[in-house]
């Protein structure tokens, strides 16, 4: 079974930035099409950004330009570069397969990201 381990969050001034980790168990991280999700306060979880197996990427239209996800098969790791901060961001985020309908996907307990104005 994956287990999958966010850490990195953190409180941050608006305009700052931070880097988000996930690390992944399991031997087949390398043909998975991986994920950053969030959850704001009070809202539903959404897609931030995704990394096909061949590094193709892919953003949320409220991110891009700020944000940079990759991946390093190596070390079993997909990154969240953040950069410009807003108090948006706020949020819970998660990463995960890449999936249109995340219903039936387990999920970490996330790495919290508090942007303050």
């Known amino acids: 079974q994956v287990r999958l381990v966010e850490s990195g969050g953190g409180l941050v001034e608006a305009g700052g930035s931070l880097r988000l980790s996930c690390a992944i168990s399991?031997?087949?991280?390398?043909?998975?099409?991986m994920a950053w999700y969030r959850q704001p306060p009070g809202k539903q979880r959404e897609l931030v950004a995704g990394?096909?197996?061949?590094?193709?990427?892919k953003y949320a239209d409220f991110v891009k330009g700020r944000f940079t996800i990759s991946r390093s098969n190596a070390k079993k790791t997909v990154y969240l570069q953040m950069d410009s901060l807003k108090p948006e961001d706020t949020a819970v985020y998660y990463c995960?397969?890449?999936?249109?309908?995340?219903?039936?996907?387990?999920w970490g307990q996330g790495t919290q990201v508090i942007v303050s104005s």
């Open positions: 990394i096909s197996s061949a590094s193709r990427t």
């Open positions: 399991g031997s087949l991280f390398g043909i998975f099409d």
């Open positions: 995960n397969f890449d999936r249109s309908d995340t219903s039936n996907l387990s």
